[in-house]
T-cell receptor, first 108, second 116 residues
Framework: GQNIDQPTEMTATEGAIVQINCTYQTSGFNGLFWYQQHAGEAPTFLSYNVLDGLEEKGRFSSFLSRSKGYSYLLLKELQMKDSASYLC?????????FGTGTRLQVFP | DTGVSQNPRHKITKRGQNVTFRCDPISEHNRLYWYRQTLGQGPEFLTYFQNEAQLEKSRLLSDRFSAERPKGSFSTLEIQRTEQGDSAMYLCASNTAQRGIKGEQFFGPGTRLTVL
């Protein structure tokens, strides 16, 4: 089976740093994705981790620990446009298994 | 436009009616996926195709749902005898199956279904 947990909501201030955690229990792990989704829009790809460690891409970084079944997405220098839902998803036999998503609100 | 497209973007129907949605994937992608997303939840896998072959269908998917990809390009998702619980955003995604590639899926804008 599979179980993916993320906090439901988070708030942060413009310019700050926020870390969104994701824990998972799943068989057949082939990698973990983070997607961003603005209200009413399609998810867009942010990052992919298949090996342990940190992947950095501009203001966004993602970390994976396979032994702990744990990942986080780190957003730096927050901007108002970063207000969105952030979806953690595990890839299993070619399909994505998503968590419920974390709704992030950035305040001025 | 080289992205995934879906039509219609919005559909309002009465309970008991049949509806059909269309997805056009990125042209060079041989895999196509359907997901359903309800408010406040992440997308839930429904089914996927490699070329014209339907490789997997979620066990949660009712027999009222059927999907096709007859020529290995666009796909249709049909829901028969719609119920209010079918109200959701239906997302389509595509990618290419290749060894060693991470398998990132590219999503379309979705079709929002409202069943009255």
């Amino acid at each position: 089976g599979q179980n993916i947990d993320q906090p439901t909501e988070m708030t942060a201030t413009e310019g700050a740093i926020v870390q969104i955690n994701c824990t998972y229990q799943t068989s057949g792990f082939n990698g973990l994705f983070w997607y961003q989704q603005h209200a009413g829009e399609a998810p867009t790809f942010l990052s992919y981790n298949v090996l342990d460690g940190l992947e950095e891409k501009g203001r966004f970084s993602s970390f994976l620990s396979r032994s702990k079944g744990y990942s986080y997405l780190l957003l730096k220098e927050l901007q108002m446009k970063d207000s969105a839902s952030y979806l953690c998803a595990v890839i299993r036999t070619d399909k994505l298994i998503f968590g419920t998503g974390t709704r992030l609100q950035v305040f001025p | 436009d080289t992205g995934v497209s879906q039509n219609p973007r919005h559909k309002i129907t009465k309970r008991g009616q049949n509806v059909t949605f269309r997805c056009d994937p990125i042209s060079e992608h041989n895999r196509l996926y359907w997901y359903r997303q309800t408010l406040g939840q992440g997308p839930e896998f429904l089914t996927y195709f490699q070329n014209e072959a339907q490789l997997e269908k979620s066990r949660l998917l009712s027999d009222r749902f059927s999907a096709e990809r007859p020529k290995g390009s666009f796909s249709t998702l049909e829901i028969q005898r719609t119920e209010q619980g079918d109200s959701a955003m239906y997302l389509c995604a595509s990618n290419t199956a290749q060894r060693g590639i991470k398998g990132e899926q590219f999503f379309g804008p979705g079709t929002r279904l409202t069943v009255l």
